[in-house]
């Protein structure tokens, strides 16, 4: 964000949308580690007189076991105050009567118990980290192909992510891969579609002009939220590299 | 092709250059099943006054190994015919300084051991199959984002390819995921590439409009083939599917 439009931003700022791998924590091992400073952040925003909520592409498991972890990390966050891709995708598929083919974490499954799985007439890939083997990924491929109208959806298209170990590939590398493979154009559901984050601002009650979101991807976070009018600031730990940041076509405002 | 074509180009064809996965066999268990009819049509194409090459975008196996396997199933080929992307890849290597991450399958590996490949400054890919886990990819993910300048080498742009078991995912979707990760642009080496295409003329002594090919992917060979100016034939076996040839943007001459 530029120092000169800092002042008129801040007057007009009513609430604040915070993404949370890499912002607040990094993931890896065990529950990852908290990000030093940002436990007493949350704890500041959450005393000042703006609204606070957290958006995540978070799919690596359900929302109650993923806030459940960052609350044993020390942060004062509750499940009702958390967006993610899986319940927004449970929704859709039962609004359109689709049947899936899962391809997510195991422990995302539980999100999906309620939506008819038998038969399937779409393939959903979340972040499905290890299971991303070459058997999944032609499994997935071959229910694609057998459709008359092949249908993917992506929970979420980020390119990649940092655990404690270094950087991993996440979902929309994968859904590329299957988007080539089938000649086909994935559903995003999740960060950056501009409907997930207008979501976020209905629940605030508020213009995209008095919403700050807070994020380490430059597209997902910076790039959606710049789409639907919010202001974008990015952070420089996570994900964030400064030889990547060279190439992006976009910037924090 | 369509037919009022068909008598134009005999009287001028030359040379045929066939495609070997889906035409001559399906691959498979074991050293996978001849197509019925091809290990004679091959026997005929030897006995008329064309030239007969074989150009494939096979990188599971050193073309010592994989032209013994055809052999084995009773075709009548020589190492010396067959054009594939690894020699090819190996050779612009060398010529260019570059020490590659592989990310291949363990049988092709005998072709790149003149290649330095300490400290690499690019990464190679080639069909892996089930080499293609979640964990190295993440690996030449890694040995990419810590490059200055990011440059990925792929055998191939291929979907996907018919194995006796099912369809299977080619090395063009883990390129397209790399692609996307990275936020780069790889160089195929293997078909379409005209050069790849052009190094097979050269060595029948034909022009392009002389020389037929026929396949069974429609961008691949066909495509490939016909941006060279020469003819392209389409068979209905191997990865042939008519539910994904409607989607197609080209069409076999």
């Known amino acids: 964000m530029a120092d000169t439009d800092w002042p ?4 007009s700022l009513k609430g604040v949308i ?15 580690v908290a990000i030093p400073g940002s436990i007493e952040a949350v704890k500041r925003l959450k005393a000042s007189d703006l609204q606070l909520r957290f958006c995540t592409n978070e799919t690596q498991a359900a929302r109650e076991t993923f806030v459940a972890k960052l609350q044993r990390l020390g942060f ?3 499940v009702s105050e958390v967006f ?3 319940p927004a995708a449970a929704a859709v598929l039962k609004e359109r009567g689709l049947r899936p083919h899962l391809l997510v974490y195991d422990g995302l499954l539980p999100e999906f118990d ?5 038969n399937p007439n779409c393939v959903v890939i979340g972040d499905a980290a290890e299971k991303f083997t070459y058997q999944n990924l032609n499994e997935a491929f071959r229910v694609l192909t057998d459709l008359e109208k092949p249908l993917l959806f992506s929970l979420g298209q980020g390119r990649y992510y940092k655990e404690t170990d270094g950087l991993k590939l996440d979902v929309g590398a994968y859904m590329k891969a299957l988007e080539y493979a ?15 984050f207008q979501s976020v601002l209905n629940d605030m009650g508020l213009q995209p002009h008095e919403a700050l979101m807070i994020g380490d991807d430059l597209v997902n976070d910076v790039g959606g939220a710049q789409r639907c009018g919010m202001r974008g600031v ?4 996570g994900k964030y590299r400064a030889p990547l940041q060279k190439r992006a076509s976009n910037s924090p405002t």
Chains 1, 2 share one sequence.
């Open 18 to 32: 915070l993404d949370m791998c890499g912002v607040l924590y990094d993931s890896g091992e065990g529950d990852g």
């Open 76 to 78: 004062d966050i509750l």
């Open 234 to 237: 990015q952070v420089r730990t």
């Open 182 to 196: 089938c000649d086909l154009k994935a559903e995003v559901v999740g960060k950056p579609s501009p409907t997930f």
């Open 114 to 118: 309620s939506v008819d799985q038998s």
């Open 84 to 86: 993610s891709p899986a």
């Open 8 to 11: 008129g931003c801040a007057r």
